[in-house]
């Protein structure tokens, strides 16, 4: 072995790799950049922002549709081949934005086509490499790398307006899409692999054949009413979640919290992620899983209430941290619950599906949020439709069962 194998050996490298490439994601980069760039691109143009709001929309709705074909191909190529065009493609298209003519059929179609190659630069394939190496501390690692996009959504927006300030919004374009490839792909490259994939050494990477792991197929997966109740728990956290965060802003104002307070709950609830994703990751190496999902499935229903009463800066805040800490655990727990029920042989694409459920709901949550509002002129009958929402997953998950996929005793990390 050289001496960067030698160097890069401990598996946590990798668990590191993926928390600095996750910084520069699809979630931090193409939509919680989104919001900066609004005013702007609007201002120059004369675009309507409801316009300009499809492009984010339709660009969750491209990944969601790209990522169950990026889990098939990690599961059939290995995670490095699949995840390195993937981080270059999607910098490219983040940065080809800067180009948009006079025209929000263009705009939109550029942030589709940056949607869809950002499904490869999302936490799958970094889960996937993680849950490979880690058993025993699986859940630990996960929340570690995972951590990793709520440091992006706390960096990349402030990045961006300041690029914006200094470059204007074509020059910001072109700056978040160098940071992304500056960021993502050496950490990739240099530490990202799965079992049986040599340590970054191109000599030797065709002469090692990666090991299978044991896990169910796509189609038995799909039998499986596990699958499903995961999937319906998933789609229904995801949308109370997305929807009552992206609208705590006019949320908060209805109740008569000012602007610039409201604002800043979304920092708390960014940061709240962060939390979540590390506390969730602790907790299920060392307790069930489905339990652990349980009692953060729950938790937001406090955080809805709290926000909606707007009774102040501490109850709201509060509110904003239960939010914030389930959001970030979600994301933990989908990949801890496929490597745990359907195991690591076909875990790309189990797992793509899951993830293209998360990517849809966090636009549905916000689009049934605003229809509520439209039709009652409140809040209050979704918010209620969205605690509910919660309960249900709770119970779904509560009756997963037994692991098929418990830990080894002994582990490789």
């Not at 914006?164 to 792909?185: D, H, K, L, N, S």
């Amino acid at each position: 072995m050289n001496s960067h194998g030698r160097l890069f050996k401990n598996s946590w490298w990798i668990v590191i790799g993926s928390m600095l490439a996750l910084i520069v994601g699809n979630g931090p980069v193409g939509l919680f950049t989104f919001g900066v760039f609004l005013k702007p691109v609007s201002s120059e143009f004369g675009w309507e922002r409801g316009t300009m709001s499809m492009a984010i929309g339709v660009s969750l709705f491209c990944g969601a549709i790209a990522t169950p074909i990026i889990g098939y191909l990690i599961d059939r190529w290995g995670i490095r081949r699949v995840t390195l065009p993937m981080i270059v493609l999607f910098a490219l298209s983040m940065a080809s934005i800067a180009f948009t003519p006079a025209s929000p059929i263009v705009f939109v179609l550029l942030y589709a086509i940056a949607g869809t190659f950002g499904a490869g630069q999302a936490p799958l394939p970094y889960a996937k490499a993680i849950s490979s190496w880690f058993d025993q501390r699986r859940g630990l690692a996960l929340g570690i790398a995972m951590a990793g996009a709520g440091i992006g959504v706390a960096v990349i927006p402030q990045l961006a307006r300041l690029l914006i300030e200094i470059y204007g919004w074509r020059g910001a374009y072109v700056g978040v899409g160098i940071v992304t490839f500056v960021v993502a792909f050496p950490a990739a490259a240099l530490f990202l692999r799965e079992q049986g994939e040599p340590l970054a050494d191109a000599g030797r990477q065709a002469a090692v054949s990666r090991a299978i792991p044991p896990g169910k197929s796509v189609g038995e997966a799909f039998a499986n009413y596990r699958f499903w109740f995961i999937a319906i728990a998933t789609f229904l956290v995801v949308t109370a979640l997305n929807g009552t965060i992206n609208h705590a802003i006019p949320l908060l104002t209805d109740r008569g919290i000012s602007p610039s307070t409201a604002a800043s709950i979304l920092g708390i609830v960014g940061m709240s992620t962060i939390a979540g994703r590390l506390v969730s990751g602790y907790l299920v190496d060392r307790f069930f899983a489905p339990f652990v999902a349980v009692f953060f499935f729950l938790l937001p229903i406090v955080g809805i209430y709290l926000l909606g009463s707007g009774e102040g800066m501490p109850i709201v805040v509060v509110g904003g941290i239960t939010l914030g800490v389930t959001l970030g655990a979600e994301v933990d727990l989908i990949g801890f619950l496929v490597s745990r029920y359907f195991g690591l042989r076909h875990f790309g694409a189990i797992s793509g599906y899951l993830f293209a459920i998360f990517t849809a709901a966090s636009g549905f949550g916000p689009f049934l949020m605003g229809l509520c509002y439209d039709a009652f002129h409140s809040y209050n009958l979704a918010l209620t439709g969205f605690a509910m929402a919660l309960i249900i997953a709770s119970l779904m998950i509560a009756l997963l069962g037994p692991y098929a996929f418990p830990g080894r005793s002994a582990v490789r990390s």
